[in-house]
């Protein structure tokens, strides 16, 4: 019985391959009558020119630049109010004020901390006499609501005058943890 069935398959199989190829040569003589798009031409490009680099006088554009005339290279000529140069900075001296934000004080009244929080999102801990700011500000004042310290701002003229400046506290809070 399988023997049957399996010729059978066979059969029916093979009158499958015929050599008939006429539907295919049309098909593809039809295919090759019809006019197809022309191709476009590569395009033609300009002639790379080479540029030498001829500035060699001029620092790299590969290379760091080299300290030049800074806020922290002061005249020790004039006979004038001039911040501490040698000073180590801190590293909240690296931020602007408007990038420092008091979130906080800790201890007693006589001897406070203040919690500074940076653009970056880092808090530091100071207290009075430490230095913050771009322009030598030193801590002179800290209370529950503010840090006051005093600033040495360049005048244009060579010399430096003092400036007092304030942090104040800044508390965000949720409206949902206010209503509840």
């Known amino acids: 019985m399988n023997k049957i069935l399996l010729s059978f398959i066979v059969l029916v199989g093979l009158q499958g391959c015929t050599t008939d190829m006429s539907e295919v040569e049309q098909f593809v003589e039809a295919a090759k009558a019809k006019k197809g798009r ?35 290279i002061v005249s020790e000529s004039r006979d004038c109010l001039q911040p501490d140069v ?34 970056t999102g880092e808090i530091f801990r100071v207290r009075k006499g430490h230095y913050l700011g771009l322009f030598h500000g030193q801590i002179t004042n800290i209370s529950d609501q503010q840090v006051d310290m005093i ?4 005048d244009g003229a060579g010399c430096w005058i003092e400036r007092n400046n304030s942090i ?13």
């Open 86 to 119: 040698t000073r180590r900075k801190t590293m909240l001296e690296a931020f602007g004020l408007d990038n420092l934000v008091m979130r906080g004080s800790l201890g007693q009244s006589n001897n406070l901390w203040a919690l500074i929080e940076t653009g």
């Open 151 to 154: 600033e040495v701002v360049p």
């Open 168 to 180: 104040a506290l800044v508390a965000d809070y949720d409206e949902e943890s206010i209503s509840q």
């Open 38 to 72: 022309p191709i476009e031409p590569i395009p033609q490009y300009k002639e790379f020119k080479h540029y030498a680099y001829n500035a060699s006088y001029v620092r790299s554009p590969f290379e760091a630049p080299q300290q030049e005339l800074t806020l922290d």
